[in-house]
Nanobody, 125 residues
Framework: QVQLVESGGGFVQPGDSLRLSCAAS????????FGWFRQGPGKEREFVAG???????RYADSVKGRFTISRDNAKNTVYLQMNSLKPEDTAAYYC???????????????????WGQGTHVTVSS
């Protein structure tokens, strides 16, 4: 059983940056791939970014060039660096994990076995 705890959300202005963290426990971290998903007000959950165990990364078109996903296996933590934030980035952000997830499946929320409780990001002037 893997537990995921997100942190780092907050209230920021357009153009600001935030870094979200997802701390994992209960599994062999290096074997897992991770995804960040978000759900905005009145919207369906959507894929944001994903990283495989081998550090291949994938991004939604809406965040390419602005967001960066990374992992620190020594700290059992996955990060989402978010730059040039826009009001449309406002959402609850969720971390998800799956052992051995492949690159082509990173964007599919049904492929993930474990989810965190989410952290909220609000971008507003």
């Amino acid at each position: 059983q893997v537990q995921l705890v997100e942190s780092g959300g907050g209230f920021v202005q357009p153009g600001d940056s935030l870094r979200l963290s997802c701390a994992a426990s209960g599994g062999i971290f290096s074997r897992y791939g991770f995804g960040w998903f978000r759900q905005g007000p009145g919207k369906e959950r959507e894929f944001v970014a994903g990283i495989t165990w081998s550090r291949s990364t994938r991004y939604a078109d809406s965040v390419k060039g602005r967001f960066t996903i990374s992992r620190d296996n020594a700290k059992n933590t996955v990060y989402l660096q978010m730059n040039s934030l826009k009001p449309e980035d406002t959402a609850a952000y969720y971390c998800a994990a799956d052992q051995g997830i492949i690159y082509s499946s990173l964007s599919s929320d049904t492929q993930y076995d474990y989810w965190g409780q989410g952290t909220h990001v609000t971008v507003s002037s």
